[in-house]
């Protein structure tokens, strides 16, 4: 259904130092880096057939955050949900809703840490038994 995911940064090179250390623990390499004819940069994160993007706003205003919005990004075990967390809090982003671990919800038993990004995206890493 998705052919990518994007995200506006006020401070794109931060934000590349924070996603290639987050998104390493999942197995994605360093972003494909494209600079548009604006002048904008992009960071693309590729892994799995899936598209992760960093963008500088293309209309040069400051990046809010879209209150309500999750971005999942699915793992294989809760040992890299945990990693996911640890390795972001450790690279600018900040712990939110409790400590990662087992949530009992109406899907089931998930394995769940949620963080926020240095420009405060809302993060989940998810691992379902």
Sequence with gaps: MFNHIMVGSNDIERSKAFYNKVL?????????????????????????????????????????????????????????????????????????EGAPGLRETTLGELHLSYVRDPDGHKLCAIYRP
């Excluded at 040069?60 to 996911?84: H, I, L, M, W, Y």
């Design 24 to 96: 390493a623990v999942l197995g994605a390499g360093e972003p494909f880096v494209n600079v548009s004819n604006s002048g904008h940069t992009r960071l693309f994160y590729s892994h799995d057939g899936n598209t992760f993007s960093v963008t500088e706003p293309i209309n040069d205003e400051a990046v809010t955050v879209a209150n309500g919005s999750t971005v999942g990004f699915k793992c294989n075990s809760p040992e890299q949900v945990r990693e996911f967390h640890d390795v972001a809090v450790a690279n600018g982003g900040t712990s939110i």
